[in-house]
């Protein structure tokens, strides 16, 4: 069984930042992806960023050049450096891995973005 846990959402100011890190336990032998998605109550779940095996990386554009993904595999460990944020960035941010062909969710983090 495989469970992802998020930490480092809270509160920050505009313009300021966080690092979100997203730990994998359980039977895990490869990644294809991680990832994060965010979801704001009654809105669909939209993605953030993803990261393969291979280390390609996809972003949305609305947060290209101020977000960055990064993973340690000998740690199971993804990572969402968060620069610059905006009150728009507010939500619940949800780590996603996809391991041997299976969907797993986080339970997510909140970040509110507010001055």
């Known amino acids: 069984q495989v469970q992802l846990v998020e930490s480092g959402g809270g509160l920050v100011q505009p313009g300021g930042s966080l690092r979100l890190s997203c730990a994998a336990s359980?039977?895990?032998?490869?990644?294809?992806?991680m990832g994060w998605y965010r979801q704001a109550p009654g809105k669909e779940r939209e993605l953030v960023a993803t990261?393969?095996?291979?280390?390609?990386?996809n972003y949305a554009d609305s947060v290209k050049g101020r977000f960055t993904i990064s993973r340690d595999n000998a740690k199971n460990t993804v990572y969402l450096q968060m620069n610059n944020l905006k009150p728009e960035d507010t939500n619940i941010y949800l780590c996603?891995?996809?391991?041997?062909?299976?969907?797993?969710w986080g339970k997510g983090t909140l970040v509110t973005v507010s001055s």
């Open positions: 996603y891995a996809n391991i041997a062909g299976r969907n797993y």
């Open positions: 359980g039977t895990i032998f490869s990644f294809n992806v």
């Open positions: 990261i393969s095996s291979d280390d390609i990386t």
